[in-house]
């Protein structure tokens, strides 16, 4: 890795180059190494470094975003003959623009310094735990484990200056039966040290042992559980679809009808959190904004989405630190994301209920309609009936069509437990119980 000066030495050489122009640059270095396996074999290590460069440049209210992944004084002259080139090209902005005002802070120094220089063998002891849980129940092991180390750097005329390094392992196991069953789990942690992978692999190895469908159900509506994995793709889509605040804006988001209202239980709290310790902890956004604990629904109540810079600065509000692309302005989305767990230990949530369904996992997620969130998708991964608060026989996969609001609405209970899934960004979610879940239809599988 590079280090803080010199970035603060691409800073004086931008300025200069960059004279007459406003500018914003994002930058990030990053080294990801990737152990991955299958039939429970490894078969390949991958090292990639990669550093990029998107340089925001302003002139006359007209906006023009270029990259390299080149940091080198010629590079950056090349840039300038293109921004000198295609700016007078580029529309005005229909709302008056203004650079992110100065902000500087020291160092966040978030990586554990244990992750910039990984050797294959830590990842192959990984594997090692992961082949020995799919070994004990005679399946096979697929899937991967990796680690990361960047430094984010935001930088711009403005004197705003802000540098930051992270450290992450992320990896996901799916586990097969001689029958073609199969269960699913991914993780995330901010080191080895951290990684919660041996009771993960446990858990998937006990479904994908029992996932040899014996029975069927009927479409119509159950009690359900869904585990961590459904319950994290249920919250991507409401962050994709509800949450930014430019659909709020001109009126295509499903929170036009709901943001202040009550849209679940008491219990039900979903944060965007920065000081999460379990995830990365993201301390600035693409525009070097300002990262604060934000509630997006707080005791059951929706009460933000999340605005961009783009987006607050055309419509007067305050940019909640959520930019996640100086080429799209007015996209938001949570980048740290918490739905906190209940107070109900995980297998008291179960016993709870003498016959039900468990929902391992989805795919093929689709939005029906977004101004109710109804999403359409088939189980995957393991589906499971529920008898005596135990999870039983396993079944054919089954289509949903369901209103996300419905489904909250019907949110009886959450685990203590929690785990972190590393889904489009890594999330933290409990076990959650569903009165009223709607199956559809059947599937072919």
């Known amino acids: 890795m590079r280090g803080e000066q010199f970035y603060r030495g691409l800073m004086r050489i931008m300025n200069d180059v960059f004279a007459g122009y406003e500018f914003l640059a994002s930058v990030s270095d990053k080294k990801r190494e990737l152990t991955r396996f299958a039939n ?127 450290s992450a392992v992320d990896y996901n196991i799916v586990m097969m039966n001689d029958s073609g069953g199969s269960s699913y789990t991914s993780g995330f942690a901010k080191s080895f040290n951290d990684i919660d992978i041996e009771e993960k692999a446990k858990e998937v190895s006990r479904l994908a042992s029992m996932n040899i469908p014996r029975a069927e159900i009927e479409p119509g509506e159950y009690t359900v559980i869904l585990g961590p994995e459904a319950v994290a793709t249920m919250f991507f889509y409401f962050s994709y679809s509800a949450l930014n605040g430019m659909a709020y804006e001109i009126g295509t988001s499903s929170a036009v009808k709901y943001l202040g209202k009550k849209i679940g239980p008491e219990f039900l709290n979903f944060y965007d959190d920065p000081k999460e310790d379990r995830l990365m902890g993201i301390e600035f956004d693409a525009v070097g904004g300002e990262r604060k604990k934000l509630p997006i629904i707080e005791n059951g109540e929706f009460k933000n989405v999340l605005y961009a810079y783009g987006t607050a600065l055309r419509f007067g509000k305050k940019p909640t630190g959520n930019t996640v692309d100086l080429e799209n302005l007015d996209l938001a989305f949570p980048l740290n994301p918490v739905v906190y767990g209940g107070d109900i230990p995980k297998e008291e949530l179960f016993k709870g209920i003498d016959k039900g369904v468990y929902i391992h996992r989805f795919h093929y997620v689709n939005i029906v309609d977004p101004s109710e969130l109804v999403l359409t998708g088939m189980t995957r991964d393991g589906l499971f009936l529920i008898e005596n608060g135990e999870i039983s026989t396993a079944l054919r996969n089954m289509r949903f069509n369901i209103s996300f609001y419905d489904m909250l609405s019907k949110l009886r209970g959450m685990s203590k437990e929690q785990e972190v899934i590393n889904s489009s960004v890594p999330i933290v979610v409990p076990y959650a119980l569903f009165e009223g879940f709607r199956f559809s239809s059947k599937t072919d599988h």
């Open 40 to 166: 429970s074999e490894i078969h390949q290590n991958v090292s990639v470094e990669e550093s990029g460069l998107s340089v925001m440049i302003m002139k006359n209210n007209k906006l023009l975003v270029l990259r390299s992944n080149d940091f080198s004084q010629g590079a950056l002259k090349s840039l300038r003959e293109k921004a000198d080139e295609m700016i007078e090209h580029v529309p005005e902005l229909p709302y008056n623009f203004k650079m992110p005002p100065l902000r500087m802070a020291f160092p966040f120094e978030k990586a554990d310094l244990s992750m910039k220089n990984v050797p294959p063998s830590k990842r192959a002891e990984i594997f090692d735990l992961i082949k020995s849980k799919a070994d004990e129940k005679e399946l096979k092991a697929f899937g991967y484990v990796a680690n990361n180390f960047e430094e984010d750097v935001v930088m711009s005329t403005s004197g705003l200056f802000l540098y930051a390094t992270y």
